[in-house]
C-alpha cells in the first residue's frame, strides 16, 4: 500500500538552490522541491482534509461579511445553518454566563432595563466584576502601562470601552473615544482608517460593526498579522455571544455596555492573547499534532467514529494545546480558528477537569448566528487529554455523555490506553532525532491539511525571553513573506545570534534556525534533510487518514 502511495524521486535540490525544478511531480512524492502540487507535501492527508482548506495566510485574513458559513476543501458553501430565534439563543447565552461565572445572566431582561434605563450595579454586576483577573489595578498613567509591548482595546461604534488587555476599560474610556473620533472623522471622508505608523509603534484599527478593535504593538510583526489577531478576539468575543446576539444588543441600544454581557470571560481573551504571544499556531493559521505513533493515533479516531450520536459533528480529542483526534460528520469542516478558540476556552478554566460539562458554544467561521452545544470532559483526573463532543441537539447530554463511555470502552478495548500514556510524558519531540548538528529549531506547514509540526523551543532558547524573542523573528520572516503588496517566496536572514531560513511554496511554509556559524549552502542542505527526515516521520507527526461519521 505505500508503494502505492510513495514515488521514489531524488532528494537533492536542483543546483543547489531553492528555485523549482523542471519537472514538477502531481505524485505524492518524496522531493522536497517547491515544485509539489499542493496535497503531495509531508504531512498532506491521504484521505481529504479535516479542515475548511485555506490556500494560503490570506485566506485567513480576508475580509469576510458577519455571518460565516461551512466550506468545504474546494471552497463550496455547506449546508446553511438553520435560523435560531432569539430567544433559544438568549437561554443558550444565559447558561454559557452560569458556566464561566458561576452566576445566570437573564438577557432579555438585561436588554428590557436597559431601554427603560433602569440598569444599576447591582450585588449581581458586582459580584461578577469581582471575578476579573485584577488588570483593573493596573494606573494607566504610569510608565510601567505604556511600556507593554502590546496592548489591545476593544470598543462600540458608540465609542463604549468593552475590553482592555492592560488596565480598567473606566479608566481607559476618553482614550478609547479618541480612537473612535479618529475612525468616524475618517469615514466622515468616506475613507477608512487601517494603521498609523510613529516612533516604532504600529497602531492597527479592524472595523467590525458594530465592534472597533485597535491594537497599539512595538513588535516585529507586520500590520496584516496584527490586524489577523484582532480578528480572532473579534471571534473570540462572537464564540460568547454570537454575531445574531451581538447586533441584535446594539440595534436595540447602540450606546449598549457590553461589558455587562462579557463579565466573567475576561480571562478567556486574556488568556487568548497570551496563547498568541507564545504559540506558533496562530502565527501559522494551523494546528499542531501531539507526537504519536499512526496505529495508536488510527485506534483512537476508529474508536471516536464508533462511538457516534446523530447530533453529533464534531469528536475532538487534545492534549495542552495539541490535537490527538478529529473525527467529523461527513462533509462537515471545521476551521483552525474555531478549533483554536476550543483550546483557548479548554484552558483557560480548570473547571472542566472536575466533571462532565455541558456548554453551549459558538463556533464563529463555521456558524455564527447560534449556538453549539459541546459536551468537555477530561478521560482522567491524571491524564492531560480532554475529550469535546460536539452536539447541535441541546438536550441531548446524556446521550453524549454515553459517547464518551463507548469511546474509553473501545480504548481500553483496543489496548491503547499505555500508549497514550507513554505520548503525554514527551508531548514534544527535541530537535537532535533530526540529525542535523546546527540546527535549533524549526516550524514547518503543510497547506493543504491545516496541520504544522515543530520540536520543543530548546537551549540556547531557555528564558522566556528569549523564547519571545525566537518567536519574533518568525514573525519577522512570516511577515516578509506574506507581505501583500511584495510577498517573498525565499528569505535568508542572517544574525549575530542565530540565521535563519524561510521557504513559502503552494504546497508548504518552512521556517528553520540555526547556527550563526553556519553557511547559506549548510543552510539549504539542511532544508533537504530536514523535508527528508519529516517525510519519514510524517505519519507520527501528522494526521494523515482523518476519519468521518
Not at 264 to 283: C, K, Q, V
Not at 298 to 311: I, P
Not at 355 to 360: L, R, S, Y
Not at 372 to 382: D, M, N, P, R, T
Amino acid at each position: 500500500m505505500a508503494a502505492d502511495v510513495h514515488k521514489k524521486k531524488g532528494w537533492e535540490v536542483p543546483n543547489g538552490s531553492l528555485a523549482p525544478g523542471d519537472g514538477q511531480h502531481t505524485e505524492r512524492s518524496e522531493s522536497p522541491t517547491p515544485g509539489l502540487a499542493q496535497g503531495t507535501e509531508p504531512g498532506a492527508g491521504q484521505e481529504g482534509a479535516m479542515f475548511v482548506h485555506t490556500r494560503s495566510y490570506e485566506d485567513l485574513t480576508s475580509p469576510e461579511d458577519g455571518a460565516a458559513v461551512a466550506r468545504s476543501p474546494e471552497e463550496r458553501p455547506g449546508e446553511p445553518a438553520e435560523p435560531t430565534s432569539m430567544e433559544q439563543i438568549s437561554k443558550d447565552f444565559s447558561e454559557l454566563s452560569t458556566q464561566l461565572t458561576g452566576m445566570a445572566l437573564d438577557l432579555e431582561e438585561e436588554m428590557r432595563q436597559s431601554k427603560e434605563g433602569k440598569l444599576e450595579p447591582s450585588p449581581q454586576t458586582t459580584r461578577r466584576d469581582s471575578l476579573l483577573s485584577g488588570k483593573e489595578e493596573e494606573d494607566v498613567t504610569m510608565d510601567a502601562w505604556r511600556m507593554h509591548r502590546k496592548h489591545v482595546f476593544v470598543l462600540s461604534e458608540a465609542g463604549k470601552p468593552v475590553y482592555s488587555r492592560y488596565g480598567s476599560e473606566e479608566a481607559l474610556s476618553s482614550t478609547m473615544g479618541v480612537m473612535m473620533a479618529l475612525v468616524s472623522f475618517l469615514e466622515a471622508e468616506k475613507n477608512a482608517i487601517r494603521s498609523i505608523h510613529a516612533d516604532g509603534y504600529k497602531v492597527v484599527f479592524v472595523r467590525r460593526s458594530p465592534l472597533v478593535l485597535v491594537a497599539v504593538a512595538r513588535t516585529r510583526q507586520s500590520e496584516q498579522e496584527i490586524a489577523h489577531e484582532l480578528l480572532y478576539i473579534y471571534y473570540q468575543i462572537l464564540s460568547l455571544l454570537t454575531w445574531t446576539q451581538l447586533n441584535h444588543i446594539f440595534q436595540q441600544k447602540q450606546n449598549y455596555d457590553l461589558r455587562r454581557l462579557l463579565a466573567g470571560s475576561e480571562r478567556i481573551t486574556d488568556n487568548l492573547l497570551d496563547l498568541m504571544a507564545h504559540d506558533p499556531s496562530f502565527l501559522m493559521g494551523a494546528v499542531r499534532c501531539l507526537p504519536l505513533a499512526a496505529s495508536v493515533r488510527d485506534a483512537v479516531s476508529t474508536s471516536l467514529q464508533q462511538a457516534k450520536a446523530k447530533s453529533l459533528v464534531f469528536s475532538i480529542l487534545l492534549s495542552g494545546n495539541q490535537l490527538v483526534s478529529l473525527v467529523r460528520k461527513k462533509d462537515q469542516f471545521l476551521h483552525p480558528i474555531d478549533l483554536h478558540l476550543l483550546f483557548n476556552l479548554i484552558s483557560s478554566s480548570s473547571s472542566f477537569r472536575e466533571g462532565e460539562a455541558w456548554t453551549p458554544i459558538c463556533l464563529p467561521k463555521f456558524n455564527s448566528s447560534g449556538f453549539f452545544h459541546a459536551h468537555i470532559s477530561y478521560l482522567e483526573q491524571e491524564m492531560d487529554l480532554c475529550l469535546l463532543l460536539v452536539s447541535t441537539d441541546r438536550e441531548d447530554f446524556f446521550t453524549v455523555s454515553d459517547c464518551k463511555r463507548r469511546f474509553q470502552e473501545r480504548l481500553r478495548r483496543r489496548g491503547v490506553h499505555h500508549a497514550l500514556q507513554e505520548a503525554l510524558r514527551t508531548p514534544f519531540y527535541s530537535v537532535a532525532q533530526v540529525g542535523i548538528p546546527d540546527l535549533r529549531h524549526f516550524i514547518y506547514k503543510s497547506k493543504s491539511s491545516g496541520l504544522f509540526t515543530s520540536p520543543k523551543i530548546e537551549a540556547p532558547y531557555v528564558r522566556e525571553e528569549e523564547k519571545e524573542r525566537l518567536l519574533g523573528l518568525y514573525q519577522y520572516l512570516h511577515s516578509r513573506a506574506h507581505n501583500s503588496s511584495r510577498p517573498l517566496k525565499n528569505i535568508y536572514f542572517m544574525g549575530p545570534r542565530e540565521n535563519l531560513l524561510a521557504w513559502v511554496t503552494s504546497a508548504f511554509e518552512l521556517y528553520i534556525c540555526y547556527s550563526p556559524l553556519g553557511t547559506k549552502a549548510g543552510a539549504i542542505s539542511a532544508v533537504n534533510k530536514l523535508m527528508k527526515w519529516i517525510r519519514k516521520e510524517e505519519d507520527r507527526l501528522f494526521i494523515l487518514t482523518p476519519q468521518t461519521y
